[in-house]
């Protein structure tokens, strides 16, 4: 609490509350011990600028891996793709080759 805003607490304690300054003052000094507590409580629930920033970076760190595996998963996935129709291409000339074959007999 500020001292400007200690002593309007305690102003206005004194004049409207008709207490007198040693009530007042005590009254105000426990208000701002309640406030600091409840503050002190609260401030681990505020994060940094500094903390914000640091997770931004590791956001984009992930992004970047994550770019870089899905590049390297769809050219693997497209080779894999690749075989694939190789293959079954090769299998079904194979098998045209072996009907001629038979035909021819």
């Given at each position: 609490?500020?001292?400007t805003q200690?002593?309007?607490l305690f102003d206005?304690?004194?004049e409207n509350m008709h207490i007198d300054d040693a009530k007042a003052k005590v009254f105000?000094?426990?208000v701002e011990k309640i406030v600091e507590d409840k503050f002190d409580q609260q401030k681990e629930n505020f994060s940094l600028r500094s903390d914000i920033q640091e997770i931004k970076y590791q956001i984009e760190?992930?992004?970047q891996e994550m770019k870089a595996a899905m590049a390297e998963s769809k050219s693997e996935i497209r080779a894999e793709i690749n075989k694939?129709?190789?293959w079954t291409v090769s299998t079904g000339l194979?098998?045209?080759g072996l009907l001629l074959a038979f035909l021819k007999l």
């Open positions: 609490m500020t001292g200690y002593i309007r206005f304690f004194k105000v000094e426990e760190l992930l992004r694939i129709i190789i194979a098998v045209v």
